[in-house]
């Protein structure tokens, strides 16, 4: 029965920890939605406009960002809307690892180290899978000069 218990644990710490790392991407989408929500719902658009118009406004958020990243040619500006969808996930990296620091950690110090590399963790994680969305180029097409297909 022990053996049972480490192993669903060890798989649940998985399944959580995966679903921090697939969500990373979208904590800047979801921010968006949950302001745009919340001031619909204080505008009065009541509780299903709200719901409407927040997803809207999260998933019109992720369309554009992806689309912008993907079709943009400069470098600096790729930078710019890549930073602006790791920052987000990184801030919610650092909260939430230091929360569960919480758990077993009993050093603040030691918290905020574990929160601080959580935070690195998750930024670099989303900075990836949103460098995943530019594809590679089409065959034939070398990214620097003098290649052959």
Known sequence: MLALGLV???????????GIF???V????F???LSIGMLAFCGGAG???TLLI??????LTLVVGQ???????????????ATAFAVPAAVAGYHLVFALSQIGVPSLAWREVFAGLGAVCVGV???????RVRGDPPVGVGRGGGECA
Do not use: E, K
């Open 8 to 18: 669903l644990n060890t798989l649940g710490i998985h399944l959580f920890c995966w």
């Open 22 to 24: 697939a969500l990373a």
């Open 26 to 29: 979208y904590a800047l989408p």
């Open 31 to 33: 921010f968006v939605a």
């Open 47 to 49: 509780v299903a406009g």
């Open 54 to 59: 927040g997803t809207a406004g999260g998933a």
């Open 67 to 81: 689309v912008a990243l993907a079709i943009t040619r400069s470098l600096a500006l790729r930078i710019a809307i």
């Open 125 to 131: 994680t989303a900075w990836n899978a949103l460098d």
